[in-house]
Every structure is written in C-alpha cells, then in structure tokens.
C-alpha cells in the first residue's frame, strides 16, 4: 500500500499564499501521476493540478497563473504553491497518487491523502 502524508495549509489572507507538500512513502512502485485536488463545502472533489514522474503538469483552469506544482521523484514528493489566493479557494486539499501506468499486482487505481484545509479570508 501506499501512504500520502500531507503538511502545510492553514489560514492565509486574500491576496496571500500558501505551499502544501505531500510526501509519499510504502510501495512507491504504484505511483504514477500524482496531484492535488480540493472539496469546497457542499461541493464536488476537484482536479487542481497533477504531475507525472516525468514533470508534465496539468492546471485547472480555475488556478492557472496563480498555483504552482512541483515533483521531487527521489522524495516522491509533490508541492503545491498557492499564491493570489482568494476566498473561492478556500477548501481541504488533497493529495492523490494514480497507481501504475502498466498494471502492478497489489497496487490501486488512486492513492489519497488525509485531507488538509486551506482557509482564505477576504
């Protein structure tokens, strides 16, 4: 199994930022892409942004310009760099880990973190 510990997050001011990081430890050999998704209240899960083993990043078109996302692969840690944040931002921030591209036996589809809550105050 895989397990995805999340740190940062906390309340920040509009205007403010922020960076989370995600840090990745058990059967590392499951991991692919991984990535950060947020649950507002009484909203859907969605996609922030993602990056693969090979550094090609995807943007929500919701944070693009203002969020950052990093990999660092001997660390199979993933960053998130939040900046101009506003209050539509606020939510808990999750960290994901697809499973492998090529089917591994024991691995999962996706890895996800504890959750860790982003608070923006205007």
């Known amino acids: 199994q895989v397990q995805l510990v999340e740190s940062g997050g906390g309340l920040v001011q509009a205007g403010g930022s922020i960076g989370l990081a995600c840090a990745a430890s058990?059967?590392?050999?499951?991991?692919?892409?991984m990535g950060w998704y947020r649950q507002a209240p009484g909203k859907e899960r969605e996609v922030v942004a993602t990056?693969?083993?090979?550094?090609?990043?995807y943007y929500a078109d919701s944070i693009k310009g203002r969020f950052t996302i990093s990999r660092d692969n001997a660390k199979y840690t993933v960053y998130l760099r939040m900046s101009s944040l506003n209050p539509e931002d606020t939510a808990v921030y999750y960290c994901?880990?697809?499973?492998?591209?090529?089917?591994?036996?024991?691995?999962?589809?996706?890895?996800w973190g504890q959750g860790t809550q982003v608070t923006v105050s205007s």
């Open positions: 058990g059967d590392l050999i499951c991991i692919s892409a």
């Open positions: 990056i693969t083993s090979g550094n090609s990043s």
């Open positions: 994901n880990a697809h499973g492998p591209v090529t089917w591994i036996q024991g691995c999962s589809d996706d890895y």
